[in-house]
């Protein structure tokens, strides 16, 4: 699975996060601002259950008919897509073709035609869909205390070092992870 683009616009705000930390000034908001970015990249990475709208492509070597996605909740399946295993052309399939339904409670792509001669002809399949949640309280506050947390060893990491491997955010990020079937 890999991720195509990811917006910010996440639903926590800096001047919510400054009121958690309880810091009364915006002398440090740089600083704030990228350590709540840091802290929702984390926990978007961690959960595959993402705050902000992602966009993410999965290829598959084998029809996804009842294929269960990667990372959700699923907002728009964009594309589904194969290869011509003899010609290399890709084909678009059309939107009526497929939709998204429910299997164990998890989103899943049910095509609504014969596909098997899809299916014997592709090389390989490709899907892309965006996924956005809005976090519940307790996950809000894990974020936040994340970000204060990347906050107060900001003179300590360097950027590339604000990443969720704190003692405990497996722990807290663990009940909201996007289940693998």
């Known amino acids: 699975m890999q991720v195509v683009s990811v917006t910010e616009d996440a639903p926590l705000s800096l001047a919510n ?12 908001d740089v600083q704030l601002n990228s350590a709540l970015r840091a802290a929702i990249a984390s926990w978007d990475e961690a959960t595959r259950r993402p705050i902000r709208t992602t966009t ?5 070597q084998e029809c996804p008919h009842n294929w269960f996605f990667c990372a959700g909740p699923v907002n728009t399946l964009t594309s589904i897509t194969h290869t011509d295993k003899d010609t290399g052309v890709t084909k678009t399939i059309d939107a009526a073709g497929y939709r998204v339904s429910y299997s164990q409670g998890l989103p899943a792509i049910q095509f609504t035609y014969d596909y098997a001669a899809d299916a014997s002809s592709a090389r390989y399949w490709e899907i892309t869909w965006q996924a956005s949640a809005k976090p519940e309280h307790d996950a809000v506050r894990a974020i936040y205390m994340m970000a204060a947390t990347f906050y107060d060893e900001r003179n300590e990491l360097a ?5 969720g491997n704190a003692v405990g955010w497996n722990v807290i990020t663990s009940r909201y992870r996007w289940p693998v079937v």
């Open 17 to 28: 996060f400054r009121d958690f930390a309880r810091i009364y000034h915006n002398a440090d």
């Open 56 to 60: 993410y492509r999965q290829e598959l």
């Open 159 to 163: 950027p590339i070092q604000l990443q």
